[in-house]
T-cell receptor, first 115, second 112 residues
Framework: ETGVTQTPRHLVMGMTNKKSLKCEQH?????MYWYKQSAKKPLELMFV???????ENNSVPSRFSPECPNSSHLFLHLHTLQPEDSALYLC??????????????FGQGTRLTVV | DAKTTQPNSMESNEEEPVHLPCNHS???????IHWYRQLPSQGPEYVIH???SNVNNRMASLAIAEDRKSSTLILHRATLRDAAVYYC?????????????FGAGTRLTVKP
């Protein structure tokens, strides 16, 4: 238990579906992150939120749409995905994006399969 | 970007020490060295981090070379539960590039 909770743990969706991934932390952290981990590839940083403001978008396709309504919650809205988007999606949080002397906490991830 | 180089895989015997190396020859003076590990079917978890001096915590020790161009994560007595992928990450001290970016890491196998 890391204090970062992701739901659902597993998701199967069709290419025309719309779904959302949820991430929640009550650690009092100000920064939240979405990562994608495809099979046999390193984790890829997708989005960074700092104080509820999106500060980084690493050339992620628009079919992925993040939302951070408050500092404790982070969503990833999914729309018209492709099979190659099947992956483990990981959420993380840290106290402060700019403090290099602190650790990040990761959720257990959502295993997404696009059919 | 400052980058790290790690062996793809290593093996260890249970209850023996493990030394996981990481090269970061382009490290700058403000970069922190972080280590995370990812157990099967889980998200990464923090192990240890440091800047210049060696560090110890309940999980591991971090030995940093004097020139900071390399570091070693030390697990003092490997257990079967330590089998994981270990990531060495530089957290860049420059303003716009300090988010954690992962490489391929080292897959550690622990044999009973």
């Amino acid at each position: 238990e890391t204090g970062v909770t992701q739901t659902p743990r597993h998701l199967v969706m069709g290419m025309t579906n719309k779904k959302s991934l949820k991430c929640e932390q009550h650690l009092g952290h100000n920064a939240m992150y979405w990562y994608k981990q495809s099979a046999k590839k390193p984790l890829e940083l997708m989005f960074v939120y700092s104080l509820e403001e999106r500060v980084e978008n690493n050339s992620v396709p628009s079919r992925f749409s993040p939302e951070c309504p408050n500092s404790s919650h982070l969503f990833l809205h999914l729309h018209t995905l492709q099979p190659e988007d099947s992956a483990l999606y990981l959420c993380a949080s840290s106290q402060d994006r700019w403090d290099l002397n602190t650790e990040a906490f990761f959720g257990q991830g959502t295993r997404l399969t696009v059919v | 970007d400052a980058k790290t180089t790690q062996p793809n895989s290593m093996e260890s015997n249970e209850e023996e020490p493990v030394h996981l190396p990481c090269n970061h020859s382009t490290i700058s003076g403000t970069d922190y060295i972080h280590w995370y590990r990812q157990l099967p079917s889980q998200g990464p978890e923090y192990v240890i981090h440091g800047l210049t001096s060696n560090v110890n915590n309940r999980m591991a020790s971090l030995a940093i070379a004097e020139d900071r161009k390399s570091s070693t994560l030390i697990l003092h007595r490997a257990t079967l539960r330590d089998a994981a992928v270990y990531y060495c990450i530089l957290r860049d001290g420059t303003y716009n590039n300090n988010d954690m970016r992962f490489g391929a890491g080292t897959r550690l196998t622990v044999k009973p």
